[in-house]
C-alpha cells in the first residue's frame, strides 16, 4: 500500500477508532471482586458457557488451568477439542499478569508478545467453585466452575450478573463438557 493511500485511510481509520472509544465510554467501569485470593484460584476451571473469541466458537471440553510461578506470573493452559468431543486436542499457553493494586482480580493476559489483553475477575463464590470473568469492552465472557456442570439455577444467576455489566447474554455459548 502507498503512502498516498494510507494518507487517504487514515481519518477513517481514527474515526471508527474514536467512535469505538465513545461506545465503550458509555459503559460504567466493569464490576469486578474486591479481592481475589490468588494461590486459591489456581487450577482447573471447567467452561461452563461463553461469549467466544473466534477460536472458542466450537469448543468442546473446554478446560483452563491456572499455576503461579515462581515471578508471580499466571502460567496458563486452556485445553479443549476442537468442533466436536471426539475432535483434536488444541491448546493455548497464555501467561496472565496479575495488576498490581487490583486486589488480584485485574489480569492482563499475553498470547502474543507484547500484547495484554484484559481479564477481570467479576464474580468468585465464597468457595472458589464458580467464577465469572470478563473483559471491559464487554466483548468476551467466561462463567467457569470446578466442575463440568453448574446448576440451572446459578448459571441463570451468572448470566444475569453478566446481562446487568451490559453484556448481550445472548452471544452466550454453553459449551459442551463430557469427562470421564
Known amino acids: 500500500m502507498s503512502f498516498t493511500s494510507t494518507a487517504r485511510l ?3 481509520l481514527l474515526a471508527t477508532a474514536l467512535l469505538s472509544s465513545a461506545c465503550q465510554a458509555s459503559y460504567p467501569p466493569l464490576h469486578r471482586v474486591q479481592s481475589v485470593d490468588i494461590p486459591r484460584f489456581m487450577g482447573d476451571w471447567y467452561v461452563i458457557a461463553c461469549i467466544p473469541s473466534f477460536i472458542e466458537r466450537h469448543e468442546y471440553n473446554a478446560v483452563e488451568s491456572y499455576h503461579r510461578d515462581a515471578e508471580g506470573r499466571i502460567r496458563t493452559v486452556f485445553t479443549y477439542n476442537a468442533g466436536s468431543f471426539d475432535g483434536p486436542v488444541r491448546r493455548l499457553t497464555p501467561v496472565g499478569f496479575v495488576t498490581e493494586g487490583s486486589g488480584g482480580s485485574i489480569w492482563g493476559m499475553r498470547f502474543i508478545w507484547p500484547i495484554k489483553a484484559d481479564y477481570r475477575v467479576m464474580y468468585v463464590d465464597p468457595d472458589y467453585s464458580q467464577t465469572v470473568i470478563g473483559r471491559e469492552k464487554r466483548d468476551y465472557a467466561w462463567i467457569m466452575a470446578r466442575s463440568p456442570t453448574m446448576s440451572d439455577s446459578d448459571f441463570q444467576r ?11 447474554i445472548q452471544l452466550l455459548r454453553k459449551v459442551p463438557q463430557k469427562h470421564g
Open 158 to 168: 451468572l448470566s444475569s450478573l453478566l446481562s446487568s455489566q451490559g453484556y448481550d
Open 10 to 12: 487514515l481519518p477513517g
